[in-house]
């Protein structure tokens, strides 16, 4: 098996803030504390949470149109990211990291849907980081959370 990478982008709040989720890379706390333990296996495993959630999300706010140009933005950037993982979790973790730097969504060939159109990118960011963590803590109460 083709070893996994971290997805952290640098932005942890589990260790800085203690959040059971992180604000940055979408892993559980202890998740993020044993990554270096995992298998393989086990990491392809969250990876594929986080990615079925992020696209799930991001989704049902954005189109791609040209997604060649988020691959040019991210190259320009210097923006690391995973090739196993879909656009859709490039998009979200660019945007997390480097919504400052970017002048409008066409430069990363993306466009909102109805109805979030006009509305402003950072609340459209924090309107998704809000779905993510309640999906997140919706999947850990039911599978990780002992009663």
Same mark, same amino acid.
């Given at each position: 098996?083709?070893?996994?990478?971290?997805?952290?982008?640098?932005?942890?709040?589990?260790?800085?803030?203690?959040?059971?989720?992180?604000?940055?890379?979408?892993?559980?706390?202890?998740?993020?504390?044993?990554?270096?333990?995992?298998?393989?296996?086990?990491?392809a495993a969250v990876m594929r949470r986080i990615d079925q959630f992020t696209a799930q999300i991001m989704a049902s706010r954005f189109r791609f149109y040209a997604p060649e140009r988020l691959e040019q933005v991210m190259?320009?950037?210097?923006?690391?990211?995973?090739?196993?993982?879909?656009?859709?979790?490039?998009?979200?973790?660019? #945007?997390?990291?480097? @919504?400052?730097?970017?002048?409008? $969504?066409? %430069?990363?060939?993306? +466009?909102?849907?109805?109805?979030?159109?006009?509305?402003?990118?950072?609340?459209? #960011?924090?309107?998704? @980081?809000?779905?993510?963590?309640? $999906?997140? %803590?919706?999947?850990? +109460?039911?599978?990780?959370?002992?009663?």
């Amino acid at each position: 098996m083709k070893p996994v990478r971290t997805p952290c982008i640098g932005i942890c709040s589990t260790t800085s803030f203690g959040d059971r989720i992180c604000r940055g890379c979408k892993r559980y706390a202890f998740e993020v504390i044993h990554w270096n333990g995992y298998s393989e296996a086990e990491k392809a495993a969250v990876m594929r949470r986080i990615d079925q959630f992020t696209a799930q999300i991001m989704a049902s706010r954005f189109r791609f149109y040209a997604p060649e140009r988020l691959e040019q933005v991210m190259a320009d950037f210097r923006f690391f990211h995973d090739p196993e993982q879909s656009p859709w979790v490039w998009l979200h973790n660019l #945007l997390q990291k480097h @919504n400052h730097r970017i002048q409008s $969504l066409d %430069e990363l060939g993306v +466009e909102l849907v109805p109805p979030h159109r006009g509305k402003d990118i950072r609340t459209v #960011l924090h309107e998704i @980081n809000e779905d993510l963590l309640r $999906l997140g %803590e919706a999947h850990y +109460e039911r599978y990780f959370q002992r009663v």
